[in-house]
């Protein structure tokens, strides 16, 4: 996904009327234009294409704000009743007439399969090929780079970097885009082996924050199923519509933690590591009582740590030391 930090949207609102060119038209284009073997085309092309498709995610996620009654939050009950499917009904209409003010033409929702390349960032790997073939190496080696952070047991993309790095004998260099808390926890990382602790204790503070924001933000924007349209013409009675809808939702929801993680190896272990840098990061600037917190909420998602296991040992020691999870992180995990 192609997630923008949603305290923007007041200031990067679509603009009304504004019609833009679909992201599936940029990316026929785009493929034309790779089989003609236009590289700067293509690659301009595909660029567009995810461009375009992140602007009608955040005109999507507006308007289910808009239209909502409720407050976006982590809500682990997607279960439609048949009761409220009306309001619910009611809801999607407006969310499609928002979209339609906000893009300029009608919401589309396309093939679940080609949603999943874009969330991904899949075209990326096209973009890093059109760079080669162009002579860009710069830009070949971080299109390869922003499709790894996105895809990171892409074995074969691994090693086409390994032998760019090898063969141009540069530094690592960064993505052409990355999530706005990835970039945040990266700055935090360098913070830490610069061992600047306030900073690092500042930046992961924001990554935190911004992870769980976006991760219910993007659950929010499940609210709008894959293909409502399926869903109403495919199962006859009401009760099949709303068992449909809900998977759909369930299914989308439990993406969200995969895609928020970056493929990580559970949807726990990106968020961990965060805490994992802030608990020492706060123990260096003397915030005992914060870093006992960040310990006793890295514990609840792994449990197996040495390190952790043993600070938290410590601190059990210290008696004006509560070990009481982060709030923020304690109703985070009560929303999976």
């Known amino acids: ?51 375009n498709y992140a602007f009608r995610q ?40 928002c979209c339609l003010e906000k893009l300029g033409d009608p919401l ?37 780079e922003t499709f790894f952070l996105f895809n990171p047991s892409n074995v074969a993309m691994y090693r086409r970097l390994g032998s760019f790095y090898r063969e141009a004998g540069m530094d ?54 894959y293909d409502k349209t399926s869903a109403l013409k495919k199962v006859l009675d009401l009760s099949g519509v709303v068992v449909e809808i809900t998977r759909q939702i369930g299914e989308c929801r439990l993406n969200c933690f995969d895609d928020m993680s970056l493929r990580s190896l559970s949807e726990s272990a990106y968020l961990a590591g965060m805490l994992e840098y802030l608990q020492y990061c706060q123990y260096m600037v003397g915030q005992y009582q914060h870093s006992a917190s960040s310990c006793y909420s890295y514990q609840l998602m792994d449990s197996r740590n040495s390190l952790i296991n043993d600070n938290i040992a410590v601190y059990r020691e210290i008696n004006d030391i509560n070990l009481i999870p982060r709030k923020d992180i304690a109703e985070f995990l009560d929303s999976y």
């Open 1 to 51: 996904i192609i997630i923008l930090q949603f305290a923007s949207f007041a200031q990067s609102e679509p603009k009304p009327g504004k019609k833009e060119t679909n992201y599936m038209v940029y990316r026929s284009r785009a493929f034309e234009a790779y089989a003609d073997q236009k590289w700067e085309i293509t690659s301009k092309l595909l660029q567009s294409a995810i461009d």
């Open 108 to 144: 589309i929702i396309e093939d679940p399969l080609i949603d999943e390349i874009f969330r991904n960032n899949q075209y990326y790997s096209i973009i890093q090929q059109a760079f080669q073939m162009s002579g860009n190496l710069l830009g070949s080696v971080r299109a390869g």
């Open 172 to 225: 690592r260099q960064e993505p052409l885009q990355e999530p706005l808390y990835h970039e945040q926890y990266r700055t935090a990382v360098k913070s830490y082996t610069e061992e600047d602790w306030p900073k690092c204790s500042y930046m992961l503070e924001q990554a935190i924050a911004t992870y769980i924001r976006l991760t219910d933000l993007c659950r929010a924007r499940c609210t709008y199923p």
């Open 58 to 97: 955040r005109a999507l996620s507006f308007c289910i704000q808009r239209c909502s009654d409720e407050e976006v939050k982590s809500d682990t009950k997607p279960i439609l009743e048949i009761s409220s499917m009306t309001e619910y009904l009611s809801m999607l209409g407006c969310v499609e007439r």
